[in-house]
């Protein structure tokens, strides 16, 4: 709702549906209704819109783009009736003002800002543009590089940018409702015409076309296959070509195009889902609703390699003072010069005044190799070699030395969280959090619970995801979490079409076309070859430890691929060697280049093997990867490891760069149809029996059977949730 309020002369229309103020057709309705009050008022001389609750508004409000009473198209005309006004309006804008909250500020005559506050056009994240008028009034209003920034990215910008750039007239420490109220008294009388965004001219900018296509081209190679920045793009080129009035009609067109995309209604389940899973519940009870965090005043990192290293970046960032740990000194000089780096870089990025601990004190941040100094801190996370023996070594050790209330965390990738637990005396406090490489810059924590994880532990973990800037996702324990184990069957396809007859450049290209940020080859070219084949080892997959007479393309019974190994006994690591399932430059290149040498070594393979060379196409490549991968989450979500297909989504989407637009593995799934899904993971099992990876889960088949249910119903379909606790 919004509420209509005259005591002076200025009469003052809050904006309230809490908790961000979201238009919702009510809340347009009253804002509608009040400033055809004020105009008809004689006694008022000026409007303020003002949100509740120290927020402007944050916009239209997302759900009602799926209802079938539409807002799209609701508020333009009454950000015209805004402006159109003859008694001067004016915004106070406190909290956030984004989107439809943005655009209702653009269309007030004067706009003031509090110091905190918070701007921005974030439509292109949820699939739309601006559809208020806001890709004509902005660029009017602050230059078309600028605007078509803030639209194309959707980054919220703070008060203090907003003013440098024009967007708002003032930006105050205090009371931002009585300045605004102070400066409409101010306005009374004077002229509005100049005030009116939409009768201005765009800005000039000398050369526009080819800033126009020069930016085209960056729009367009950051955006993946996503449409919404493009067509943001297209709507802000029109203010440049054509009056207000037919901008508008063009801002209006493309919006329809986005709002019946499908890539809309992806981006827009993944905001929820990004929420929704903060309400965290186990298969034994447990939840956010009734667990409580501990506190987190100190914390320790165990191991400073790769993942050590942004762990303790990130916790600095969240001014979170910390021990920092390593085996020898040599290893721990090593790792404070990398850390050193990386801080000095985040500092210099920090923006809108925000403030990074000082790295330099070592109160707030020390470097050891002395576990006693791990007494009193509240939580550690430890982050050395993926080794189970070593891993409970450190464990025993910390249950010793920790106080009694530390909670005990494990970066490990895959490895099993109750073993580790049980080399302590405190099991309720060992959880896993899974950070993703690089740590400092991934924004998914996956939190993993053992089956004595306490609900305090898990609170605590989500806790610290959110201090820490993250998305935290909470899941069972199992080998490889959620997102590896997905990960597991999906890289396996990749290779074995590499023995069937592709070529990785072939592969990575199919998926990077379809959305992700990396294929699975150049992928495991950056985090290098190694680390599998040393997990691989370690399982006796491959190695001195498998047993004399094992088929060279069988392990169980189950097709196996030997390909990464014999790459790795070349000394093929990817990236870090120059040489992997690509060439590169030098050792830590990265530009990737087809290697003709792979190409032979492929073909000599196949033919030791007696493999026949087929052409693969480009659908068999993107259905046998995307939909073993999609096989293994309903596989998941059978088990009670995850709480929903929401969880898996969210994990892809912030761990594994999958497309956001495509709303993640589980949502395109029920895009695709799941008898889709089915029927062709049938047909990929019945050509390659021996790869479980391709056999359809059993649940994805019920869901299947009972008539292919919406996403959100799937989990009612489990008859029972196995308990993971
Ligand atoms: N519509 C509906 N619900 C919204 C919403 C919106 N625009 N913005 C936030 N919410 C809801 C969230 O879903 C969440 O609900 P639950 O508590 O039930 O989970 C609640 O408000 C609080 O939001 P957050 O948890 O995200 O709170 P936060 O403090 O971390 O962030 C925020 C606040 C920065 C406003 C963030 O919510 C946000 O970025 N919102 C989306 C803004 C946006 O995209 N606006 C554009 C909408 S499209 C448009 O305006 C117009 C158009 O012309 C097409
Ligand atoms: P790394 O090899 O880069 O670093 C491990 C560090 O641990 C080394 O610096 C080593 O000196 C230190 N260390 C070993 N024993 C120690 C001890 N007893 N005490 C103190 N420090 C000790 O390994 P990386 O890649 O950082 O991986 C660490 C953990 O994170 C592993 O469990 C790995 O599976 C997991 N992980 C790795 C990811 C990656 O992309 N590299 C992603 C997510 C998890």
Known sequence: MAQYARGSAVAVIRLRNPPVNALSLAVLQTLEDGLKKADADPSVKAVMICGENGKFSAGADIRGFSSPKRLGGAL??????????????????????????????????????????????????????????????????????????MITTGKHIPATEALKLGLVDEIVEENTIEAAIRLANKVIGQPLGPRRLSLKPVPKVPNMEAFLDEALVKVKRQARGCLAPELCFQAVRAATQSPFAEGVRRERELFQVL?????????????????????????????????????????????????????????????????????????????????????????????GGAQILDFHNPAHLQFTVDFDLLRDVDLVIEAVFENMALKKEIFHKLSKICKPGALLCTNTSALNIDEIASATNRPQQVIGTHFFSPAHVMRLLEIIYGRHTSPTAIATAMQLAKALKKVGVVVGN??????NRM????????????????????????????????????????????????????????????????????????????????????????????????????????????????HNFLSQYRDTHGIQTRFIDQEEILERCLFSLINEGFAILAEGIASGPEHLDVIYINGYGWPEHRGGPMFYASTVGLPRVLAKLQKYSEAHPDVPGLRPSAFLKKLVAVGNPPLKEWMSYLSQQSSKL
């Open 76 to 149: 333009g005309p009454i950000v015209s009736l805004i402006e159109s006004s003859e008694k001067p309006v004016v915004a106070a804008i406190e909290g956030v003002a984004l989107g439809g909250g943005l655009e209702v500020a653009l269309g007030c005559h004067y706009r003031i800002a509090h110091v905190k506050a918070r701007m921005g056009l974030p439509e292109v994240t949820i699939g739309l543009l601006p559809g208020a008028e806001g890709t004509q009034r902005l660029p009017r209003l602050i230059g078309v590089p600028a605007a078509l920034d």
């Open 259 to 351: 709002l019946s995309s499908g890539q809309a209604q992806a981006l827009q389940y993944a905001f929820f889902a990004e929420r929704a899973v903060r309400r965290w519940a186990t298969p034994s009870g447990a939840s956010w609703s009734s667990a409580a965090p501990q506190p987190v005043r100190r914390a320790a990192v165990i191991g400073l390699g790769t993942m050590g290293q942004g762990i303790v970046t990130s916790l600095v960032k969240a001014n979170i003072p910390l021990v920092a740990l390593e085996q020898d000194l040599e290893n721990l000089n090593k790792g404070r010069k990398a850390v050193m780096l990386l801080l000095q870089r985040e500092a210099m990025k920090m923006e």
């Open 478 to 483: 199992c080998f490889g979490f959620v997102g």
């Open 487 to 598: 990960m597991f069957p999906y890289v396996q396809q990749a290779v074995f079409l590499l023995e069937e007859g592709s070529r990785p450049e072939a592969v990575d290209q199919v998926l990077e076309d379809f959305g992700f940020k990396i294929g699975p080859f150049r992928m495991s070219d950056l985090a290098g070859l190694d680390v599998g084949w040393r997990s691989r080892k370690d399982q006796g997959l491959t190695g001195p430890s498998l047993p004399a007479g094992t088929p060279a393309r069988q392990r169980h019974g189950q097709r196996y691929s030997p390909l990464p190994d014999l790459l790795c006994e070349q000394g093929r690591f990817g990236q870090k060697t120059a040489r992997g399932w690509y060439l590169y430059e030098k050792a830590g290149g990265r530009t990737a280049t087809p290697d003709p040498w792979l």
